[in-house]
């Protein structure tokens, strides 16, 4: 133990050092605060029943109605006690208050990535620092995208590992990156981790060439073995994930449309304007630089002191405070982005350090680091420059099913530096001639700062400061003031003030590249010792980046836990819907901004609205033309919504509640049973029909309908008698077969329905509900979601994590071997 103290103690203390650092930066938690996280909260909305009912019986279910009519929690939450990376997620969360548990587990990660890499320990701390607080890192925090962050985490371990596997630590780097990667797939964000799949692979594309060249071939396939290993074990620990959401998501928004839009095929995946929604603009990769040179994000405001639209309003006769409140209106960003949450700043220091990487490195990792690199900033340009992005949308397995193409830069940001971080490495080990590697620091220097120089001498040699929609802003100006050169005097005083913050955060970039050229030549020369050295570039690198994330993610991000507690307390129109003990019921809350698109009535209620980036794709599609222009009262009697939530400020208060006296109820018997052709057929018959008395039913079901030959009996009764998300009972009676339909949402892939516990048949009505014909008499009928690739998955998941607990403990017992000292 005294010899394992000795080795790591330094590791150890930059462990300390990194987790100071998180409670630090998010101080606000040790004060019993915590962050105001507005997807945070939507989740909370979305998980409010599957959360309840896990409350009352100690297990989620594995559906809920508590959106969009229902749908798989899947994609919400949902236990996998049999995946051993649970318990790893589980243990960083209770250890560590949110989201100081994201931050360390960024700085960890990564500098067992920059340690693997050879990189001295304060050296990979710098390096560590620098990829964790990159502003985007941040933003994502502060945004509540938790498990996105929460998976970028982990992306510099796997790599770590997957590095220690190609160097011949095959059962240690193939049992860390297994680790890491289960976990990786556990945090659920399958895009980060596609992203991620795609960089490795332009990796070990590399190695095989090397390989190939350096006719190490042999030794190759063998790393490459063990990772395949390493990656089925990930995956089978991850298998009721993974097969849960890859079932889900061909029936999701994500999947197969079932309808065409006008004069276009029926298309599979995303839509591709709603994909390319967020791209980042060309001219935008700037901010990987100069972190405000395009305004910051869209709520940034344009500094009052000093501003050129406050001096023109003067001028023209405002009253200077309302030439203060006027400017803060205007937008400060000006790319093409109809909303962000902030620049991609990976840091002056590391962009200079990249620049060096160029000169100094000549291997593979560096083609690695920049053709990935440049690959997906192409990508991140999505509609602003599509040749690219268009190949990959078009004809790469999966990437259409990925929205927000501008995430891909976080893939450049990991990459980066690691190149200048190697090149600084190098460049002190001793091993190059040191007059070389002075001249070439110069030249990274002069490139940089040389930039940097002729951006703050003349910034509109590169750019205009004004976005596309400039010339609608002067118009608008125009009819506020009632004067076109007046308007036009605001609008140039606009992009002075641009131009003035461009500029400023131009010279605070110049600044942190001169003292970190500075402290490298200190280093090279060696007027200071490279430890010292190392750590003093360190806190200059924290100095730079963290001053940027603080304009983001700040003490003003946290608030009181009862704050947050208000989010979930009930207006009277809430009280008084929850009055009724009726069984499952839905709601319509018209008083939000956008009903059908907003998860807050969840906290309440069973909504027909919702907010999910992955909706199932047959109720999204009712909603588009159902919903469009008006409310259609038919599709909402079948959905039994019984409430509907209105404003009313006539009566002196925000909502009122009214009663719908036609919702349908829970399940009943209709009398006409209509087939139709197709998907179009079954959603233009839905448009205007009484569901009491019809039911569409497509073509492809007829024959299961038929084979039961249903009659109707007037005098039939079907009621709910017992509900739980995953397990509904009804009580009925007939004297005929005949067919229910069932307010409930059609899903084929778990849903299975029994008659007095036998299963029977049941198929699909109305578009988007369950249906089935039912034998005559008095029986109970019961609906269970039991989907096999949960249970299947939950199976193979335990096995896998043996496999990978027992890897991990031979990986431990081998390497105190190799390092114990034999007598």
């Known amino acids: 133990m005294k010899n394992w103290l000795q080795k790591n103690y330094l590791h150890l203390i930059i462990m ?3 987790l100071t650092i998180s409670l630090i930066y998010l101080s606000p938690v040790l004060q019993h605060k915590v962050l105001y996280q507005g997807d945070v909260v939507e989740a909370q909305a979305m998980s409010k029943e599957i959360m309840e009912v896990k409350a009352e019986t100690g297990k989620g279910p594995l559906w809920t109605n508590s959106m969009f009519g229902g749908m798989p929690a899947f994609q919400i939450w949902v236990q996998y006690p049999s995946n051993v990376s649970s318990y790893v997620v589980s243990f960083f969360k209770t250890v560590f208050p949110n989201p100081v548990d994201t931050v360390f587990l960024y700085l960890a990660g990564a500098y067992l990535l920059f340690s693997v890499l050879g990189l001295r320990p304060w050296l990979a701390a710098g390096a560590a620092i620098a990829f964790s607080f990159s502003s985007f890192n941040f ?4 945004a509540g995208h938790s498990n996105q962050a929460f998976a970028i985490a982990f992306f510099a371990p796997i790599l770590a590992g997957i590095i220690l596997t190609l160097r011949g630590k095959h059962l240690l780097g193939a049992s860390l990156t297994a680790l890491f990667l289960a976990v990786e797939i556990r945090a659920n964000h399958i895009q980060m981790t596609y992203y991620l799949f795609i960089a490795i692979l332009i990796l070990v594309g590399f190695e095989l060439y090397h390989a190939i060249q350096s006719k190490t071939t042999q030794s190759f396939f063998k790393s490459i073995s063990y990772l395949a290993a390493a990656a089925i074990v990930a995956i089978g620990v991850n298998a009721g994930t993974l097969w849960t959401t890859y079932e889900y998501g061909k029936e999701s928004i994500r999947g197969k449309a079932n309808l065409s839009k006008a004069n276009q095929p029926v298309q599979d995946g995303l839509d591709k304007e709603y994909a390319y929604y967020w791209s980042q603009g060309v001219g935008e990769m700037i901010t990987f630089l100069i972190p405000d040179a395009y305004g910051g994000s869209t709520s940034t405001q344009i500094p009052v002191k000093g501003s050129e639209v406050v001096k023109t309003l003067v001028e023209n006769g405002q009253p200077q405070d309302r030439a203060e409140d006027f400017v803060k209106q205007m937008p400060s960003y000006w790319g093409e982005k109809s909303t962000t949450s902030g620049p991609w700043y990976i840091g002056a220091i590391v962009c200079f350090l990249a620049v060096f990487g160029l000169f100094m490195i000549d291997d593979k990792i560096k083609w690695w680091v920049l053709s990935a690199s440049f690959l997906f900033m192409f990508l991140s340009f999505g509609k602003h420059f599509p040749l690219i992005s268009d190949l990959f949308f078009d004809y790469f397995p999966l990437y259409n099913k990925f929205r927000s193409v501008e995430f891909t830069l976080i893939i450049p940001c990991l990459l980066l530096p690691i190149l200048g971080f190697l090149a600084l490495k190098k460049a002190t080990d001793g091993a190059e001639d040191v007059q070389k590697t002075q001249k070439k620091l110069l030249n990274s220097l002069y490139i940089t700062g040389g930039f940097l120089v002729l951006f703050l001498a003349l910034p509109t040699l590169f750019y205009s400061f004004t976005a596309s929609s400039h010339p609608q802003l002067i118009q608008k100006l125009n009819e506020v003031t009632g004067n076109a050169t007046f308007a036009e005097q ?13 500029r400023a955060d131009a010279f605070r970039s110049l600044a942190f590249v001169l003292i970190a050229a500075g402290l490298i030549w200190l280093i090279l020369k060696k007027k200071i010792g490279q430890t010292i050295g190392f750590m003093v570039l360190s806190l200059v ?3 730079d980046v963290w001053g940027i994330d603080k304009r983001y993610l700040n003490d003003n991000s946290f608030v009181d836990a009862e704050l947050i507690a208000t989010q979930f307390s009930p207006r009277a129109a809430d009280k008084l819907i929850k009055a009724d003990k009726s069984l499952d019921y839905r709601v319509l809350d018209l008083s939000r901004d956008n009903p059908l698109g907003d998860a807050s009535p969840s906290i309440f209620h069973k909504s027909i609205g919702g907010r999910h980036s992955a909706r199932l794709q047959r109720y999204q599609e009712m909603l588009d033309r159902q919903f469009n222009k008006t409310i259609n ?29 036609t919702a349908n ?22 448009t205007s029909f009484d569901p009491k008395k019809d039911a569409f039913i497509h073509q492809d079901f007829q024959s299961r309908v038929n084979q039961q030959k249903p009659g109707f009996d007037p005098q039939s009764e079907i009621k ?6 995953d397990n509904l009972v009804y009580r009925y009676q007939t004297d005929k077969a005949a067919m229910a339909v069932f307010a409930e949402i059609w899903y084929s892939k778990g849903w299975k329905a029994y008659v007095d516990q036998q299963e029977i048949p049941y198929f699909r009505a109305n578009y988007i509900l369950r249906a089935a014909v039912l034998p005559a008499g008095k029986h109970e009928l019961v609906f269970k979601f039991e989907p096999n690739s949960y249970y299947w998955g939950e199976r193979i998941s ?10 991990l403990i031979a990986a431990l017992v081998l390497s105190i071997k190799k390092t114990t000292p034999t007598a």
């Open 720 to 725: 709910l008698i017992s509900y739980h998300p």
């Open 633 to 661: 009262e038919p599709i909402l009697d079948m959905l039994n919504t019984k409430y509907l939530i209105v404003p009313d400020t006539a009566q002196g208060i925000s909502e009122k509640v009214v009663q719908r006296p």
């Open 16 to 18: 300390a050092f990194f």
């Open 798 to 807: 335990l096995i896998a994590s043996i496999l990978l607990i027992g890897s």
């Open 139 to 142: 933003i994502l925090i502060q």
């Open 541 to 543: 690198i924290l100095i």
């Open 665 to 686: 109820g829970n399940a009943w018997f209709v009398p006409q049973i209509n087939f139709v052709r197709n998907a179009e057929e079954e959603m233009n018959a839905i």
């Open 490 to 502: 605001i609008g140039n005083a606009l992009v002075k003030d641009r131009i003035s913050v461009a």
